[in-house]
């Protein structure tokens, strides 16, 4: 019987889950329930790769979606036990630099800075809740993906606000930490050490999107800010706007707070401007014979790039661009527009080479090195909790022979 080390994955509307083998960090599980509360809800499991198509159930919230992935575990994965479990927390707030051990006091201040994210930490809360209650006597961890920009440089943090408010700790965070130290480590394992410590800007493109900018492995600049919604256009989220313009709509169209913050994270972005779709594919065929389409796109690609050249000068210049996430790993013409725009950088894209989705996309003289990385957050969270399992159990040996 071996051991697993399972980590979970809360989103707005979604759980995913994967299990790794405690001793050697093989994966062994993964999957997800994506549509929590729709009535038609996908959960679809693999388990060493007898892979399931899916069944589509009624899980109304997260907690229904663990506690039915808990009874799928129970039935298919009898030869493994649960030896701990790695959440991911979208957000720590200022507190929370580093990865934590889950106790009651985490719980509470998790709970105190929910508002930070209220489409995504209340249904994280949730799980961790319901995993305590079910293995209260498990090694359980939060990782935030706040974390790996707490440490930017002030005039990156800072917001021009009043004081009084930043020193309530209201400042910019930075998200998606988690992919962006997978694409640190692994660029490391693929370009060598030198390269890794170089001034990379990261792009990590999803439904949620953003970029960052790294020097020496560590945080300098990125493009969320305060909260999901900021920096560049996602999927369905707006992406930076104007302030004045929730007063505006409050004024003129009656809106309340409520429903703007449903308008910019549900209902803007390539969603909003296309009015057709949020998935780069669609818009992809749509864009010759739909003008939206092709707008959406256009705005998208425009926002990437300049993004990429404000953290030129964030970085003092640019050595290596690395398009991760669903639309950075596949979407070959979108990085193709993207660099088309980057050429005063010294971006050099080799077309055959994107076209394949190989490792590196640029030419060989390109002063900057452009690749592609599959992230893997999971895989983070998973060494992060077996380092505290190892860290655990040799203190505890410490103990036993003190």
């Known amino acids: ?84 479990i790695g959440h991911r927390l979208v957000h720590g707030g200022s507190q929370h630099a580093q990865p934590v051990s889950i106790s009651s006091g985490t719980v509470a201040l998790l709970k105190a800075v929910s508002a930070y994210a209220p ?55 930075g998200f998606h930490g988690l992919s962006y130290t997978f694409l640190v480590e692994e660029l490391a394992r693929q370009a060598g050490d030198v390269a890794a410590a170089g001034k990379l800007v990261l792009a990590h493109l999803g439904n949620g999107a953003s970029l960052a900018a790294v020097r020496d492995r560590r945080s300098i600049d990125t493009t969320m800010g305060f909260s999901t919604s900021g920096g560049i256009p996602m999927a369905t989220r707006s992406g930076e706007l104007d302030p004045g313009l929730a007063f505006y709509l409050a004024r003129t169209e009656g809106m309340s707070t409520d429903a703007f913050q449903k308008m910019v994270t549900a209902e803007s972005g390539l969603l909003g401007m296309s009015e057709s779709s949020g998935d780069i594919r669609t818009l992809l065929t749509l864009e010759r014979t739909d003008r939206r389409a092709a707008e959406a796109l ?38 193709r527009r993207v660099c088309g725009r980057l050429g005063f950088l010294g971006v050099q894209l080799d077309d055959s ?26 895989a983070v ?11 655990h159990h040799t203190s505890n040996g410490d103990a036993s022979h003190g």
Request: charged residues 20%; glycine residues 10%; contains cysteine.
């Open 1 to 84: 019987m071996s051991e697993l080390v399972l980590t979970l994955n809360g989103g707005s509307s979604s759980l995913k889950f994967a299990g790794y083998d405690r001793q050697t960090g093989r994966r062994l599980l993964g999957g997800a329930a994506e549509g929590l509360g729709t009535g038609e809800t996908l959960f679809r499991a693999d388990l060493e790769g007898a892979g399931d198509a899916g069944v589509t159930l009624q899980l109304q919230d997260h907690r229904a979606a663990l506690l039915h992935l808990l009874d799928w575990l129970g039935e298919h994965a009898g030869s493994h036990t649960i030896a701990a």
């Open 119 to 173: 489409a995504h930490l209340p249904a994280e809360i949730a799980v961790i809740e319901i995993c305590r209650e079910r293995f209260p006597d498990l090694l359980q961890v939060a990782c935030f993906d706040t974390a790996f920009h707490r440490h930017m440089p002030a005039v990156a943090r800072q917001l021009p606000i009043p004081r009084r408010l930043t020193q309530k700790g209201i400042e910019r965070f």
């Open 298 to 335: 256009q705005y998208y690609c425009y926002r990437i790039a300049q993004a990429v050249g404000a953290f030129a000068v964030s970085l003092s210049g640019i050595e290596t661009l690395v398009f991760s996430g669903g639309v950075g790993e596949h979407a070959a013409e979108i990085r």
């Open 353 to 378: 080479a994107n076209a394949e989705n190989r490792a590196v996309i640029s030419t060989s003289t390109s002063p900057v090195t452009v690749r592609v990385i599959a992230t893997d957050e999971e």
């Open 381 to 391: 969270i998973c060494g992060i909790v077996r380092d505290m399992l190892a860290k």
